[in-house]
């Protein structure tokens, strides 16, 4: 058969062989992978791959949008964090706490590598959140306080409709509670 062909055949691989596979890896990755078939000639190679793994990427953290959770976007290579949406969870705890802990884990990232060296904006725009999620949007808000207490260029930006003042006042109160100054931003609607 044309697979048995290929995968005994004693000469290196080409363009129609398994290296494919690892071309596309390697290219979805990022990092530098690099291969190599060895032939013994005796039959028999050797398979050598060589991954370099880039300490100072951060992962990113991308959440869909449903009908009860928000979307969120925290993708540091693009310095681009966001959170929108509706915020009314069935299990908020698990929810957010994937947020937490990705925070956790790029603060300690950013305190390894000196930081980012550009500021860093959090956009927080919530059609609607109910106090359960509240309670978990003012721990997260009290995270990106502590960080840039420690000098981290952060700036959290929050975003409200015109005549949503409950929306404009619960993020004062989760700035004044956090300790750390919000840039208001009037939504535009059309």
């Known amino acids: 058969t044309l697979y048995e062909e290929k995968i005994n055949r004693v000469s290196g691989p080409d363009e129609n062989g398994a290296e494919l596979g690892f071309i596309i890896m390697k290219m ?10 060895v032939d013994h000639n005796n039959g028999f190679s050797d398979f050598e791959i060589q991954v370099t793994v880039n300490k100072h990427i951060m992962r990113k953290l991308i959440i869909d ?35 937490l802990n990705w925070f956790d884990d790029y603060s300690s990232f950013l305190s390894k590598t000196g930081g980012t060296g ?15 999620s509240a309670k978990y949007i003012l721990d997260f808000c009290k995270q990106i306080a502590a960080l ?22 619960s993020g004062r109160e989760m700035a004044r509670i956090a300790k750390i100054p919000f840039e208001y931003n009037l939504k535009d609607m059309d």
């Open 148 to 169: 840039r207490s420690k000098g981290g260029d952060i700036l959290v930006k929050w975003h409200y409709e015109k005549d949503d003042a409950d929306m404009l006042e």
């Open 65 to 99: 949008k449903t009908t009860n959770s928000p979307k969120v976007i925290f993708d540091p290579e693009r310095n681009i964090f966001e959170i929108s949406g509706e915020s009314r969870p069935p299990d908020v705890a698990g929810f957010y706490s994937e947020i």
């Open 28 to 37: 979805k990755s990022g990092n530098n992978v690099e291969y190599n078939f």
């Open 118 to 132: 550009d500021a860093v904006v959090f956009n927080l725009d919530f059609e609607y959140f109910n106090s359960s």
